[in-house]
């Protein structure tokens, strides 16, 4: 490789400015890393080029465990949202999960002054067309102007740009998403370093003029307040002024797309990406669900200084002419004025499996990636990889140890550990049932699990500390109320009954009342208010759960304990796995091609059974290099 004449120098280079990018680079920043973090437009930077909204099932934790680690996508969600709601309270507390609807123009420029504000951060427009590496180690990256930029790291955090294509009907356009330019070039590069690529595609619906939309007859959807924000620092209350509608599709929109299904991308054979299985297209409902009558769609406000509303629910690539017909044809949007079509996009992503659990590239020294580059969907999945890869990148400049979260500490693990170990063929989302141990990683803990593990990472401070520390001891003091005694008199019988709890012939603990299945701890506060007068109520809910469900978490925590002897078994790097007897050939190949770095990893391949993890241990018991 010839000299490279460098024109400026910076500790840590990175691609991309999306959700991913932000957190990479304020991570690394923030730990004092010189960083020039790369966009090809300014305009795109935070950019919520699908919904405008944060969070939701399983993604909701994601935005919680990034804010307890010292990121900023929770903070910047609370100050810039319109409405905020928390799905799934039907169901138990552990997929109890936070959506925001925010404000898309205020999120974007927010995010892009807390990046230009800080000091250690150099922003760029420009595109990255290779990157540079010697002897398979980090040295810099080249733009297309010919600028070239050293660095000891790189975060390829390239979200839906790499050689991206828009679809709508037979209409294909070299571009990425709202019609920003594509990245051209890096993905040669990327194959250059030994990195395969593959094909996804995701989509969009359209935008309608608030205007032309007839609400007189559509259920309204409004926000909540008293309940969590997504980050912890937060304790001002959410206005919900701003709210949301529900509508449907009809027999007569499913005909229409039925009629010309033939003229979809993704039926035509134009489409050639792998979409979301979990975000279908309407189409695609319509085609896989053919005996539905109705799919719910929700309308959306994209930002206060815009009449722009999203329909969500109703991405599609169909031709312009026919989503026309198919949105006239739901109800309240009749005479709805379409102001940017629906359209699908494809780009190049990596193989995840060919990254270490700190999301370092197996092939280049220094090499980080994260968010949709990785398989992923989403601007929560992106974030939380988007800050282990710059907390990683910044261990391995420091010659520290890597950051890896288990799956028994955080959402943000399991994402990781199924990215690396198990790959993913389609768009990868985020949903609680990929979470073992959900009932322990919770939204409301996400700070005791995460926020002493950034603390020693250096990115919490000192304010957001102890501000910590301060609600583990308002917790603490709640814990030590439930030995209180309540005795046997009218006021105790009184909430017994009303509650439909049958009568004791002695006193009660307060620990023991909540066991009952019909009282809370907000049903004890309305009897005995001068016992938790001084407590708020989310703390209050938190130490509700953690008795109700006490006998469930106790046993997940002891799967817990197991896993972790998996865990702490490494595997050394060198390993020669047909050297392993008794190994099945198809666990060979498949720990051969991963490579785990631990026993716990190896045992989530697809393809390595038990017994292969058994004769693994024996092996490694005696294994000595």
Do not use: W
């Amino acid at each position: 490789m010839e000299k490279i004449n460098f024109d400026d120098n910076f500790d840590a280079v990175v691609i991309g400015a999306g959700h991913a990018g932000c957190e990479a680079a304020l991570a690394l920043a923030r730990l004092g890393k010189k960083t020039c973090l790369t966009t090809i437009s300014l305009d795109a930077i935070a950019f919520l080029a699908c919904n405008p909204s944060i969070g939701g099932t399983a993604k909701g934790h994601l935005v919680c465990e990034i804010d307890a680690l010292g990121g900023e996508m929770g903070k910047n969600a609370d100050a810039t949202m319109l409405q905020l709601r928390m799905l799934n309270q039907g169901k138990g507390p552990a997929v109890h999960s936070l959506r925001a609807q925010v404000d898309k123009n205020k999120y974007h420029e927010r995010m892009k002054k807390v990046l230009e504000e800080n000091e250690n951060i150099t922003i760029k427009q420009a595109e990255i067309v290779e990157i540079y590496a010697e002897n398979n180690k980090i040295v810099g990256v080249r733009t297309a102007l010919g600028e070239n930029l050293s660095a000891k790291v790189v975060v390829v955090a390239t979200g839906v740009y790499l050689k991206s294509q828009i679809i709508i009907g037979n209409y294909m356009k070299d571009s990425g998403p709202n019609g920003y330019a594509r990245a051209e070039e890096l993905s040669n590069s990327l194959i250059k370093l030994g990195h395969e690529l593959r094909r996804f595609k995701t989509g969009t619906p359209a935008r309608i003029n608030s205007r032309t939309i007839d609400f007189s007859g559509l259920e309204i959807q409004g926000g909540e307040k008293n309940i969590q924000h997504f980050s912890f620092d937060n304790t001002e209350e959410i206005l919900n002024d701003y709210p949301c509608y529900v509508t449907y599709t009809n027999l007569t929109t499913h005909k229409i797309i039925r009629d010309n299904i033939h003229r979809a991308p993704l039926y035509s054979g134009l489409i050639h990406g792998i979409g979301p299985r979990y975000c279908p297209s309407i189409e695609d409902k319509v085609v896989r669900f053919p005996d539905r009558e109705r799919h719910q769609l929700f309308l959306e406000p994209e930002a206060l200084s815009t009449n722009e509303i999203y329909v969500q629910g109703c991405s599609t690539s169909l031709p312009f002419d026919v989503q026309k017909q198919l949105y006239h044809s739901i109800k309240g949007l009749e005479n709805a004025q379409i102001m940017r079509y629906a359209y699908a996009i494809e780009y190049d992503a990596i193989d995840s499996q060919t990254l270490k659990a700190s999301l370092e590239s197996k092939f280049v020294d220094g090499l980080f990636f994260a968010g949709q580059i990785n398989g992923t969907s989403g601007y929560e999945e992106a974030a939380a990889q988007g800050i282990i890869a710059g907390i990683n990148a910044n261990q391995k400049l420091d010659n520290k140890e890597p950051l890896v979260l288990g799956r028994e500490q955080s959402y943000i693990g399991v994402l990781i550990d199924d990215l690396i170990t198990k790959g993913t063929n389609e768009p990868y989302r985020m949903m609680t049932s990929r979470a073992e141990f959900r009932l322990v990683l919770r939204q409301d803990n996400a700070d005791e699990r995460l926020t002493p593990i950034g603390r020693t990472i250096g990115l919490v401070t000192d304010k957001k500390y102890q501000k910590f520390m301060q609600k583990r001891e308002k917790l603490q003091k709640i814990r030590e109320k439930l030995a209180i005694l309540i005795k046997r008199d009218e006021k105790l019988i009184n909430l017994l009954t009303e509650c439909g709890e049958s009568i004791p012939d002695s006193s009660m603990r307060i620990k023991d009342l909540l066991k009952r299945n019909n009282i809370t701890i907000f049903d004890i506060k309305k009897h005995y208010p001068e016992i938790f007068e001084d407590d708020e109520d989310m703390f209050l809910d938190i130490i509700n759960t953690e008795v109700k469900y006490e006998g469930y978490i106790n046993q997940q925590n002891d799967e817990i304990e197991k896993l972790r002897k998996q865990e702490q078994t490494k595997i050394p790097e060198e390993i020669d796995y047909n050297k392993v007897k008794s190994l099945r050939i198809e666990a060979r190949q498949k720990l051969s091609k991963i490579r785990p770095e631990t026993l716990g990893m190896a045992s989530r391949i697809s393809g390595v059974s038990p017994a292969d993890i058994t004769v693994l241990s024996i092996y490694l018991k005696s294994y000595k290099g």
